[in-house]
């Protein structure tokens, strides 16, 4: 084997660059970007019925709106992923993990050896 075999194809910094270019294309696929158009051309055209508003105007209050709303989806993301309202029911991971999590509890709770059960469980004379 050659230095230049043992070398890894990326290096750690590119590696880093390009999971988070990965991660960002997913994340944008998960937007609908033609929606979120179509809402501020909306909104702009809606504004721009207004007396005393112009195109531009009514352009710039639509971007701005949006982006407000869009400044405040991390926020509210985070909350959205720690919720422990969604129902996590029929989900194969989640169960593992629950079991998991009892059978470790179970383990904990359980005493080293079944003397000290047996003298626990005696009633007080």
Do not use: N
Request: net charge negative.
């Amino acid at each position: 084997m050659t230095v230049a075999d043992s070398q890894p194809p990326l290096a750690a910094e590119q590696a880093a660059t390009l999971l988070d270019r990965l991660v960002y294309e997913q994340v944008l696929a998960c937007i609908d970007l033609d929606e979120l158009y179509r809402l501020e051309q909306s909104i702009a055209l809606l504004a721009g019925e207004l007396d005393g508003i112009g195109e531009k105007q009514a352009t710039e209050l639509a971007r701005a709106m949006l982006d407000g709303a869009l400044a405040r989806l991390p926020g509210d993301v985070r909350r959205y992923l720690r919720a422990e309202w969604i129902d996590l029911t029929d989900c194969p991971l989640c169960e593992e993990e629950a079991a998991e999590d009892k059978a470790a509890e179970a383990a904990e709770a359980k005493p080293a050896d079944d003397k000290s059960a047996r003298r626990r469980a005696r009633p007080a004379r």
